[in-house]
C-alpha cells in the first residue's frame, strides 16, 4: 500500500523444481496484487560455478532436461497471461500499465535507441558507438580522477541489426527500418524464412512473434546475428565450458541441436562452422 509501482521478479526452471509447482508459482505470483511480473528460465550455462558445483554433488536435484524447463517457463508465461497482461517476452503487468520502458525499450532497442550507462559496468549506446565501463570499482574510481573516461572497451560497430536481434525479446520489429538501415538485401531471407516456417507473421511493417516463435526465442536471436556477432557469441559459448564447465553434456548439445534445427547455423560460413558452437546461453 505504499508503493505506486511494484514488481515481482521470477525464475523458473530450478534444481527439483516440477511443472505443477511452476504453474503455482505463476498462479500466486499473478493473483497477489503485485503491480507486474518478470519472469525468466534459470541459465545453467551463465550460473556461478559453486552452484554447479553443488547440482554435480548431489546437494541439489539435477535439474529437468532443457526441453522441460523450456515447457516450464512457456507454461509459466500461459498461467501469466491468464490474469496479467503481456508486454513482452519476460514482463506481464496491468493492461493500462505502461511497458517496461530502459530494458525493453533501450537496452533491447534497436540502432536508434540511445543511453549511456554511468558507473562501473555500465554500457552505453549511442549511434554509432557502443562501449562499457571499467568493471572493477577501484579502477573505475582511479581512471575517472585522471579526468579520463574509465572507459574499459568501445567498438565503433554499434550493431545495426540490434533491433532484429533482440526482437524475439520484444515479440515485434518495425519493418521500416530495414530500408532505413539498409538491412533489407543482408537479412530480407532470413526475415522470410522465419516468417515461412510460422515463427513470426507480418502485420502490415510489424513483424511479430509467433506462439511457435515463443518457444525458440533464444534461437532467433542468433538466427539474426551477424557473422562477427556470431563469432564472438561462439568463443563465450567455448570459454564458459573451459572455465565453468557444464553439469551436463546433452545440456550443451541439444543447445546445438535446436539451434541448428532453426537453421541459424546459416549465419556462419562453412569454415566457420566446423569449430562446433555449443550451446545457446541467451
Same mark, same amino acid.
Given at each position: 500500500?505504499?508503493?505506486?509501482?511494484?514488481?515481482?521478479?521470477?525464475? $523458473?526452471?530450478?534444481?527439483?523444481?516440477?511443472?505443477?509447482?511452476?504453474?503455482?508459482?505463476?498462479?500466486?505470483?499473478?493473483?497477489?496484487?503485485?503491480?507486474?511480473?518478470s519472469?525468466?528460465?534459470?541459465?545453467?550455462?551463465?550460473?556461478?560455478?559453486?552452484?554447479?558445483?553443488?547440482?554435480?554433488?548431489?546437494?541439489?536435484?539435477?535439474?529437468?532436461?532443457?526441453?522441460?524447463?523450456?515447457?516450464?517457463?512457456? !507454461?509459466?508465461?500461459?498461467?501469466?497471461?491468464?490474469?496479467?497482461?503481456?508486454?513482452?517476452?519476460?514482463?506481464? &503487468?496491468?493492461?493500462?500499465?505502461?511497458?517496461?520502458?530502459?530494458?525493453f525499450?533501450?537496452?533491447?532497442?534497436?540502432?536508434? *535507441?540511445?543511453?549511456?550507462?554511468?558507473?562501473?559496468?555500465a554500457?552505453?549506446?549511442?549511434?554509432?558507438?557502443?562501449?562499457?565501463?571499467?568493471?572493477?570499482?577501484?579502477?573505475?574510481?582511479?581512471?575517472?580522477?585522471?579526468?579520463?573516461?574509465?572507459?574499459?572497451?568501445?567498438?565503433?560497430?554499434? !550493431?545495426?541489426?540490434?533491433?532484429l536481434?533482440? $526482437?524475439?525479446?520484444?515479440?515485434?520489429?518495425?519493418?521500416?527500418?530495414?530500408?532505413?538501415?539498409?538491412?533489407?538485401?543482408?537479412?530480407?531471407?532470413?526475415? *522470410?524464412r522465419?516468417?515461412?516456417?510460422?515463427?513470426?507473421?507480418?502485420?502490415?511493417?510489424?513483424?511479430?512473434?509467433?506462439?511457435? &516463435?515463443e518457444?525458440?526465442?533464444?534461437?532467433?536471436?542468433?538466427?539474426?546475428?551477424?557473422?562477427?556477432?556470431?563469432?564472438?557469441?561462439?568463443?563465450?559459448?567455448?570459454?564458459?565450458?573451459?572455465?565453468? &564447465?557444464?553439469?551436463?553434456?546433452?545440456?550443451?548439445? !541439444?543447445?546445438?541441436?535446436?539451434?541448428?534445427?532453426?537453421?541459424?547455423?546459416?549465419?556462419?560460413?562453412?569454415?566457420?562452422?566446423?569449430?562446433?558452437?555449443?550451446?545457446? !546461453?541467451?
Open positions: 500500500k505504499y508503493f505506486s509501482n511494484t514488481n515481482l521478479d521470477m525464475m $523458473f526452471g530450478f534444481p527439483g523444481q516440477s511443472l505443477e509447482e511452476a504453474l503455482k508459482d505463476a498462479e500466486l505470483a499473478a493473483t497477489s496484487g503485485i503491480g507486474s511480473v519472469v525468466y528460465p534459470v541459465d545453467y550455462v551463465m550460473t556461478l560455478p559453486a552452484w554447479q558445483d553443488r547440482i554435480r554433488k548431489g546437494e541439489l536435484p539435477k535439474p529437468a532436461p532443457l526441453a522441460e524447463r523450456s515447457d516450464m517457463f512457456h !507454461a509459466a508465461r500461459t498461467e501469466l497471461k491468464r490474469h496479467m497482461h503481456e508486454q513482452n517476452m519476460y514482463c506481464f &503487468g496491468s493492461a493500462d500499465a505502461p511497458p517496461t520502458r530502459y530494458m525499450s533501450t537496452l533491447y532497442g534497436g540502432y536508434a *535507441d540511445e543511453c549511456i550507462g554511468v558507473g562501473s559496468g554500457y552505453s549506446f549511442i549511434r554509432g558507438l557502443a562501449y562499457y565501463n571499467e568493471a572493477n570499482e577501484r579502477d573505475y574510481v582511479k581512471q575517472a580522477q585522471t579526468g579520463v573516461l574509465p572507459i574499459a572497451f568501445a567498438s565503433p560497430g554499434h !550493431a545495426y541489426e540490434k533491433g536481434v533482440f $526482437f524475439p525479446k520484444r515479440m515485434e520489429f518495425n519493418l521500416d527500418s530495414l530500408e532505413e538501415l539498409s538491412l533489407s538485401s543482408t537479412y530480407g531471407e532470413k526475415i *522470410d522465419i516468417v515461412d516456417d510460422g515463427y513470426a507473421r507480418r502485420d502490415g511493417n510489424i513483424l511479430r512473434l509467433t506462439l511457435a &516463435g518457444r525458440v526465442y533464444s534461437e532467433l536471436m542468433v538466427h539474426f546475428f551477424s557473422d562477427a556477432q556470431r563469432r564472438l557469441y561462439d568463443r563465450m559459448c567455448t570459454r564458459l565450458r573451459q572455465d565453468v &564447465g557444464v553439469i551436463d553434456e546433452g545440456e550443451w548439445d !541439444a543447445g546445438e541441436r535446436r539451434v541448428r534445427r532453426m537453421g541459424a547455423w546459416n549465419a556462419m560460413s562453412s569454415a566457420a562452422t566446423q569449430r562446433q558452437p555449443r550451446a545457446v !546461453a541467451l
